[in-house]
């Protein structure tokens, strides 16, 4: 069994998942990296490419000797647990889940939206399917204390957005989900919180701005910034919730979203 903690991030070819996955080997992790790898998905409900077997392979080269990547959809939850089974094969514990997977579809009124299954399966079901077969693994493992589980919400977690309904639907119930996840831990020394970010220089982001039919950059007047953040940014202080030090944000949301509103 390794010394050090192993981390499984999902979304991890790219945007705030990768950034996550690389930052966490920075700090010395062995980190295996999940994506589903689905490109042109258009059964997830996305309108827009997802990222591919070459994005993961990329993260993959970067991680080196630190990391493993394993394609896998988080709405298969067998894939999820031969992800986890993998971090045991090759270092015997599992100490940290991110989940970060998730897309964003919309751009009309609820009564005339039918993303918000689709948004559901992937942004809250990939949430729980990741939560069910990773803190089992943090529950048996050597050192529940320093065990975290982060999910990636978002400012629409928190309030209501023009034309995402859905999507805004999804990342409320993803905090609701990490509280409840909190509440459950009582007392294991497991914690769970959530990072919701803001506008963020993502595949993502670009995808919401053509919703709205603007450019990406217009969205950073949402933000008290006035600008949009940097998915290492988010990676840092997704990175200080899965630290020792992040035991006390247990329960929380923490708002890394440059004062949207």
């Known amino acids: 069994m390794s010394e050090e903690r192993v981390a499984l991030v999902t979304g991890a070819a790219r945007g705030i998942g990768a950034a996550v996955a690389l930052r966490l080997a920075a700090d010395g992790l062995r980190v295996v990296a999940v994506d589903s790898c689905a490109g042109v998905a258009p059964d997830t409900g996305a309108g827009y490419p997802l990222a591919g077997p070459a994005q993961l392979a990329e993260i993959g080269e970067r991680l080196g000797d630190r990391g493993v990547t394993v394609a896998a959809d988080v709405r ?48 809250v079901v990939g949430v729980w399917n990741t939560a069910a077969v990773t803190v089992p693994a943090m529950l048996a493992g050597p050192d529940p204390a320093r065990c975290r589980f982060v999910a990636i919400a978002s400012a629409a977690g928190q309030r209501g957005l023009f034309h995402l309904t859905a999507y805004c639907s999804a990342k409320h119930a993803v905090v609701g989900l990490v509280r409840g996840l909190a509440a459950d831990l009582v ?17 993502m982001l670009d995808a919401t701005a053509e919703l709205y039919g603007v450019a990406p950059a217009d969205l950073a007047g949402n933000q008290l910034l006035r600008d949009l953040l940097d998915p290492a940014e988010l990676a840092e202080v997704v990175a200080l919730c899965c630290s020792d030090a992040g035991r006390s944000l247990n329960g929380a949301v923490v708002a890394a979203d440059g004062g949207f509103g």
Request: with cysteine; proline share 3%.
């Open 76 to 123: 298969d939850r067998g894939a999820l647990a031969a992800a986890v089974a993998r971090a045991h094969a090759d270092w015997g514990r599992l100490d940290v889940a991110v989940a970060a997977a998730a897309i964003v579809a919309g751009g009309r009124p609820l009564w005339e939206d039918d993303s918000l299954g689709d948004l559901l399966d992937v942004d």
């Open 187 to 203: 007392g294991t020394g497991v914690t769970a919180c959530a990072v919701a970010p803001g506008g963020t220089r993502t595949a």
